[in-house]
């Protein structure tokens, strides 16, 4: 659930874009308050974008904007590229994260971080808002044992895939306990279980709804068996059961 303050600076920020036709950016979204996001810009009677620095990330900012969609280089943010020497630590995404976290700035100013590399050597990215990079370069000074080195990123940064498998699961319907049982081996019991215990989570949100329809496109989200994400829809298969492609994230 967004709290007040939240949704509040959403609707005044569509409706600014209502009054002036100009586009009106937010922080960085959770998520889970995208669905909200898309609502205020439907009552204010504009379009709605998100970005969040590359075609897969998961926290994103919001356009809301009139006719025409702003591109990619238009909105409020930078890539920074986080260096350490692999020779005497490894930091994790734990780590990088904790350290961001520890230098005490606002979260909704902050996106995702991203593995990539850097001229053959391993790295990660963090995409901020462009009113704090400058801090964050000048404070941002070690992740877990390493020492690290914050650096703004002129070019498209060179993300690495995400780890994990691509699985072809066949199930009877799309719903979320046939889709979740198949990609964590579970029975449709075990998986109805999980779903009404507030386990799982679709698209970001939390649902109980065991007979939810699955879509392409979709984040899956298991307490204890991890995430997947429905790559998409291939047809029937000779029984017919439908088949999908569904990413499995290590």
């Not at 909105?75 to 350290?99: C, E, S, V």
Request: hydrophobic share 40%; aromatic share 8%; charged share 25%.
């Amino acid at each position: 659930m967004m709290t007040d303050a939240p949704e509040k600076r959403l609707n005044e920020l569509a409706l600014r874009c209502a009054h002036s036709g100009r586009t009106q950016f937010t922080k960085f979204l959770e998520p889970s308050m995208e669905a909200a996001a898309r609502a205020v810009a439907n009552r204010a009677g504009v379009q709605l974008a998100l970005w969040g620095g590359y075609e897969e990330a998961e926290r994103r900012v919001a356009a809301f904007y009139d006719l025409e969609p702003p591109e990619p280089e238009a909105y409020p943010l930078t890539a920074l590229r986080i260096q350490w020497n692999a020779k005497f630590a490894n930091p994790g995404h734990r780590d990088l994260l904790g350290a961001l976290m520890g230098l005490g700035i606002d979260r909704e100013t902050t996106g995702d971080i991203a593995m990539g590399t850097w001229k053959g050597e391993g790295c990660a990215y963090l995409f901020a808002l462009e009113e704090m990079a400058d801090y964050i370069v000048a404070s941002y000074e070690s992740a877990g044992r390493a020492s690290v080195r914050v650096t703004a990123q002129a070019e498209p940064p060179e993300l690495l895939p995400p780890e994990g498998e691509t699985l072809r699961l066949t199930v009877q319907q799309a719903r979320l306990d046939a889709v979740v049982a198949a990609a964590c081996r579970l029975s449709r019991s075990e998986s109805q279980r999980l779903i009404t215990a507030g386990l799982v989570k679709l698209n970001h949100v939390p649902c109980l709804r065991t007979d939810a329809r699955v879509e392409e496109g979709d984040m899956l989200s298991m307490r204890g068996f991890g995430r997947a994400k429905v790559v998409g829809f291939m047809g029937e298969s000779r029984r017919g059961r439908q088949v999908l492609a569904v990413f499995k994230y290590k």
